[in-house]
């Protein structure tokens, strides 16, 4: 079992930056793919950001590409989401995900374990 919590979320005026925290539990996490989701009012969860076990490969959605900066340190059984230039439509509780298997994906059903979510409200 692994257990995901997220920190860094907050409210954040257009333009500026936040850093996205999701500390995991275990000590699997090395062979665990990551990924970010977020979910706006009103909306379904999307997928945002992935990594795979060892960092090096990394996927992205394209509203956030160049924006946003998914990483790990698997010393600290940490995955960070960097959030640049933030824009109001970037607004969504965001989700980190754990997948068992070193290899990453941008499908939803794929993961096995969640987060609880942490708010992201950036203002115009």
């Known amino acids: 079992q692994v257990q995901l919590v997220e920190s860094g979320g907050g409210l954040v005026q257009a333009g500026g930056s936040l850093r996205l925290s999701c500390a995991a539990s275990g000590r699997a996490f090395v062979s665990y793919a990551m990924g970010w989701f977020r979910q706006a009012p009103g909306k379904e969860r999307d997928f945002v950001a992935s990594?795979?076990?060892?960092?090096?490969?990394?996927d992205y959605a394209d509203s956030v590409k160049g924006r946003f900066t998914i990483s790990r340190d698997n010393a600290k059984n940490t995955v960070y989401l960097q959030l640049n230039s933030l824009k109001p439509e970037d607004t969504a509780v965001y989700y980190c995900?754990?997948?068992?298997?070193?290899?990453?994906?941008?499908?939803?059903?794929?993961?096995?374990?969640w987060g609880q979510g942490t708010q992201v409200t950036v203002s115009s």
């Open positions: 995900a754990a997948i068992q298997r070193p290899e990453m994906s941008v499908r939803q059903y794929e993961y096995d374990y």
């Open positions: 990594i795979n076990w060892s960092g090096l490969n990394k």
